[in-house]
C-alpha cells in the first residue's frame, strides 16, 4: 500500500496497464513528454515509451476518432481529453460511432477504448474549465460512464475501464485530484494522506464498473450522489446531525439500482446530490427509479440538489456549487417533510 | 532500409537542456519578397505562403514593396500600443501572483501581431480575437481600467464575473467574445463576413487562433466556407512555436509552413515576419483591401514567439529551454519597431523611457481605479442574483424559482 493523491492513483493505474499488457496506449493533449497539464500521465512516456504515450495535435475529434481506429485494430488506447468542457469537438465520434459500432456490426466490430477526462467545478476556471457533462453521455446507449471520488476507486475502476471491451467515459472530478473537498471553499485544502481512500495498492487490482459504494450507514435518509458530491454531502449530514446512508454511486451507466432501492425502501427518503445542472440531469434517473421501485416505502417527496441551471459562472462559483448549506437544508427539509 | 511503416513521433529541437535551435524557421530577406495586386489569383501568387514577408531589415531599415510607409506618429501610436500591452500584461501577471485575478494569459513577444493587424483595419471590421488578442482591445482605444474590471471580476466586469480572465469583449468596439473553446471563432468570423456580404456592406472580419488550433476541425471548416462564398474574412494564424508543451510539429508544422494550408483551399496565404510591425501591417492591409474589394479571404501565418508562460497555470521550463527566446531570429516586436524610429531620427532612448514612466504610471493609476469598483475577494460585488440573468432574453420560470432559492439559502443559518 501507498499514499497517493487521485492523480498519482490515476497515474499508477496507466502505468500498472502499460507494462501489463502491451496493447494500452495513450493519447492527448500534452500528455506525452509533459505528462498531462493536471500530471496524470506523469513520468510515463519516459518509461513506456514514444509509441505507448502520445502527444496529441489540438483535435478532440482527432483525438477520439483515431482512438477508435486503434481500438477497432487491436490497441486499448485511453485518451485524454484536458477538460471535459472540450470534449464537444470529439461528441459525433463518441455518440454516433463507438457508442454503437458493435451493435450495428452485430459484435463483428467493437472499440475498448477509454475516454479520460478531468470535470467539474471548484477551481476558479469559469465556463470552459468547470463543467459536469456526464448526463449527456450517460444518455447514450453503447457507453459506460464512470466517476470515482478517491484515489482507491479511481485506480481500481480505471484498470477495469482499460480492461472492458466497451467504451467508457471516465470523469475526473478535478476539485478531488489533490484531496476530499467538503464544500469549504474557505477551509484548508485537506490532502489524500489524511483519508483512508489515499491508501492505494501500488500492483494491479480492479474494482467493478457498475456497482456503487456505501459510503456510510444510516437508517434516516439516503442520499444518492458521486464525485466531488460525495464528500460535500457526507459533510452536510454531519452538520444537520442527520443519519444519513450515503451511496456514491460510481458509475452512471451502468447504474446500480439495486443498492439504492435497497437503501431507500430501509429508510424511507432519498435526496439525489450532484454539481451538474439539475434540469434533465443525471439525479432525473435516478429519481425515476426510486419512484417506481421504492413508492411505497416512501415517506418524503425525493429531492435533487444540483447546479443551477445556468452556465458554470467564474465570479459566482460559491453560489453556484451546490455546497454544504443547500445539501444542508435539502436534508432537513426531507427530514421534516414527514 | 526496410519499408515498414514506422511512427513518426514529432520531436521539437530542444527540450530543457540542450541548445536552442531555430534553424527550421524559414526566413527571406527584408524587402525580397514581391507584392502583387490585391486581386491576384490565389494560385498565381502561392509564393507567398512559403516565404516570409519583412520589411525591417537587420540595421533596422524599412525597404521593398510590402514598405507601409506609415507616417512617424503614426508609428509612434502603434509603438505606443505595444507597449501599453506590454505593460499591462506585466501588472495583470502581478495580479495574478498576488492572488487578486484567478488566471492570466501574456502575449508577451506577440504585440505586433495584434496591434498591427488591428491598426490596419476599419473601426466597423468585426475582429474575433483569441484569450492572446489583447492587442486589438488596448489598439482599438479600450481603457484598461475596462479590461482590469473583467480581470477582477468586479462590479464594472464587462462579463458580470460571468468569464474567465482575459474573455474579453467590446461590443461597441466590434471586438466579439473570446471563447475558451479553441478555433470555434474561426467559422463564426467567416459567418459574420458571409452576412456582410449577403447585405451589402464594406465591413470584413478577421479572426485569430494559434497554430496549435489549427488542428481543430474548426479551422477545416473556416477555410472551406471562406473559399466556398468568397467570403471577406481575414484568417490569421499566429504561429508562436509552441502550444502549452507541444510545438509547432505537433499541428503538421514540419511539413509545411501552415499559411500553406490555405492553398489547398484555394485562398490566398502569406507567411509573414510575425515580430515585424511593418510586414504584419501591410500583408493585412492588403488582405483587407482584397477583401474590401470582392477579392475574397486571405490566411495569413504570423511567424512569433511566445516568450513567456502558456498561462499563468504552467511553467514551459519542463518542455522548452529556459533561453529559447534569446535564440528566437526575429527578435521582439517592441525593439525592433522602436529601433526603426531611433534609426530615422524621429525617436530616441530618452523619449522612449519616458513613453515607457507614463504607460507604467497610467497603468497604476488604472488599476488602482480597478480595485476601486472591487474584486472577487472585497467589494463593492456584483449582485448575485446576476448569476441567472442572461441564460436566456425572458427569465424563464424555473430560474426564477431558483434564484428566489439561492437567496433564500443565503439568508438561513443552517
Ligand atoms: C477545444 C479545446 N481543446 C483544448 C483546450 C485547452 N487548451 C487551451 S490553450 C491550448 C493550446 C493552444 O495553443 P495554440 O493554438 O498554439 O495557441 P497559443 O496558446 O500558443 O496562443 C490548449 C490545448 C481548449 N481551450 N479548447
Known amino acids: 500500500m501507498a499514499r497517493m493523491n487521485m492523480i498519482q492513483a490515476l497515474n499508477s493505474a496507466m502505468d500498472v496497464m502499460l507494462a501489463r499488457d502491451e496493447s494500452t496506449v495513450i493519447i492527448g493533449e500534452d500528455v506525452g513528454y509533459f505528462g498531462g497539464v493536471f500530471r496524470c500521465t506523469d513520468g510515463l512516456q519516459r518509461k513506456h515509451g514514444e509509441h505507448r504515450v502520445l502527444d496529441a495535435p489540438i483535435a478532440e475529434g482527432g483525438i477520439v476518432g483515431s482512438a477508435i481506429g486503434m481500438a477497432v485494430n487491436g490497441l486499448r488506447p485511453i485518451a485524454e481529453i484536458q477538460f471535459a468542457d472540450y470534449i464537444y469537438p470529439g461528441y459525433d465520434q463518441i455518440v454516433s460511432e463507438v457508442a454503437r459500432l458493435r451493435y450495428r456490426t452485430a459484435g463483428d466490430f467493437y472499440a475498448p477504448l477509454t475516454i479520460r477526462t478531468p ?81 492505494v495498492p501500488e500492483d494491479y487490482y480492479s474494482l467493478p464498473i457498475g456497482r456503487a459504494n456505501i459510503v456510510r450507514g444510516g437508517d434516516d435518509l439516503t442520499i444518492v450522489t458521486y464525485g466531488t ?18 451511496i456514491d454511486i460510481r458509475t452512471m451507466a451502468p447504474l446500480d439500482v439495486g443498492t439504492i432501492v435497497t437503501s431507500v425502501r430501509k429508510t424511507g427518503h432519498c435526496i439525489v446530490v450532484h454539481e451538474a445542472t439539475g434540469f434533465s440531469g443525471f439525479g432525473a434517473e435516478i429519481v425515476a427509479t426510486v419512484q417506481q421501485e421504492c413508492f411505497y416505502h416512501l415517506e418524503a417527496p425525493i429531492t435533487r440538489v444540483c447546479g443551477w441551471d445556468t452556465p458554470y459562472p467564474h465570479a459566482f462559483e460559491w453560489e453556484y456549487f451546490p455546497g454544504q448549506k443547500r445539501v444542508a437544508a435539502a436534508i432537513r427539509d426531507v427530514l421534516e417533510a414527514a | 532500409m526496410s519499408g515498414k511503416p514506422r511512427l513518426h513521433v514529432p520531436q521539437p529541437p530542444a527540450r530543457p537542456g540542450e541548445a536552442p535551435d531555430f534553424s527550421y524557421v524559414e526566413i527571406s530577406e527584408a524587402g525580397s519578397v514581391d507584392r502583387p495586386d490585391v486581386n491576384a489569383r490565389a494560385r498565381d501568387i502561392e509564393n507567398l505562403a512559403y516565404d516570409m514577408v519583412r520589411v525591417l531589415d537587420e540595421q533596422h531599415t524599412a525597404l521593398g514593396p510590402w514598405h507601409p510607409h506609415l507616417e512617424a506618429d503614426e508609428l509612434i501610436v502603434a509603438l505606443r500600443f505595444m507597449l501599453l500591452t506590454r505593460r499591462f500584461d506585466d501588472r495583470m501577471l502581478r495580479a495574478q501572483r498576488q492572488g487578486k485575478i484567478s488566471f492570466y494569459v501574456q502575449c508577451r513577444g506577440e504585440e505586433a501581431v495584434a496591434v498591427a493587424q488591428t491598426l490596419a483595419s476599419d473601426p466597423g471590421d468585426m475582429l474575433f480575437p483569441s484569450y492572446r488578442t489583447q492587442g486589438a482591445q488596448i489598439a482599438r482605444g479600450r481603457s484598461v481600467v475596462d479590461l482590469m474590471c473583467q480581470c477582477l471580476s468586479n462590479s464594472k466586469d464587462m462579463c458580470k464575473g460571468r468569464q474567465l480572465p482575459t474573455m474579453y469583449h467590446w461590443k461597441r468596439g466590434n471586438i466579439f467574445s473570446v471563447s475558451g473553446n479553441l478555433a470555434t471563432q474561426y467559422p463564426q468570423a467567416v459567418g459574420w463576413a458571409m452576412a456582410a456580404a449577403i447585405k451589402g456592406e464594406d465591413d470584413i472580419a478577421q479572426a485569430w487562433i494559434g497554430e496549435g488550433s489549427t ?12 473559399a466556398v462564398y468568397n467570403a471577406p474574412v481575414i484568417l490569421n494564424v499566429v504561429n508562436n512555436q509552441w502550444a502549452i508543451s507541444t510545438f509547432q510539429g505537433y499541428a503538421g508544422g514540419e511539413r509545411r509552413p501552415f499559411s500553406a494550408r490555405g492553398l489547398g483551399y484555394g485562398v490566398a496565404s502569406i507567411r509573414v515576419d510575425g515580430n515585424d510591425f511593418l510586414a504584419v501591417y501591410a500583408v493585412t492591409k492588403w488582405a483587407a483591401d482584397r477583401a474590401r474589394q470582392g477579392f475574397g479571404p486571405t490566411l495569413i501565418e504570423q511567424v512569433t514567439y511566445r516568450a513567456a508562460a502558456h498561462s499563468t497555470s504552467d511553467d514551459p521550463a519542463r518542455y522548452r529551454p529556459k533561453d529559447e527566446v534569446q535564440q528566437w531570429p526575429l527578435g521582439d516586436p517592441i525593439e525592433r519597431l522602436k529601433s526603426h524610429l531611433i534609426t530615422e531620427g524621429v525617436w530616441s532612448e530618452e523619449q522612449h523611457a519616458a513613453l515607457d514612466a507614463e504607460i507604467i504610471e497610467q497603468i497604476d493609476e488604472g488599476w488602482t481605479e480597478a480595485l476601486s469598483y472591487g474584486s472577487m475577494t472585497h467589494g463593492p460585488f456584483l449582485d448575485k442574483s446576476e448569476l441567472f440573468e442572461d441564460v436566456f432574453a425572458d427569465m424563464p420560470t424555473h430560474l426564477i424559482l431558483q434564484r428566489e432559492k439561492l437567496r433564500r439559502t443565503r439568508e438561513e443559518e443552517i
Request: aromatic content about 8%; proline content about 8%.
Open chain 1, 119 to 199: 470535470c467539474g467545478g471548484g477551481i476558479r476556471g469559469g465556463q470552459t474549465h468547470s463543467q459536469s457533462p456526464e448526463a449527456i453521455f450517460a444518455h447514450v446507449s453503447g457507453l459506460k460512464v464512470v466517476m470515482p471520488s478517491n484515489p482507491f476507486d479511481a485506480k481500481g475502476l480505471l484498470i477495469s475501464a482499460i480492461e472492458d471491451d466497451d467504451p467508457v467515459i471516465f470523469f475526473e472530478p478535478k476539485r478531488i485530484y489533490n484531496g476530499p473537498f467538503d464544500g469549504d471553499p474557505d477551509k484548508p485544502a485537506v490532502p489524500w494522506t489524511t483519508h483512508e481512500k489515499g491508501e
Open chain 1, 229 to 246: 458530491m460525495v464528500h460535500v454531502a457526507e459533510a452536510a449530514a454531519e452538520r444537520v446531525g442527520a443519519d444519513a446512508e450515503i
Open chain 2, 215 to 226: 488542428a481543430e476541425a474548426d479551422f477545416h471548416h473556416a477555410l472551406t466556407f471562406a
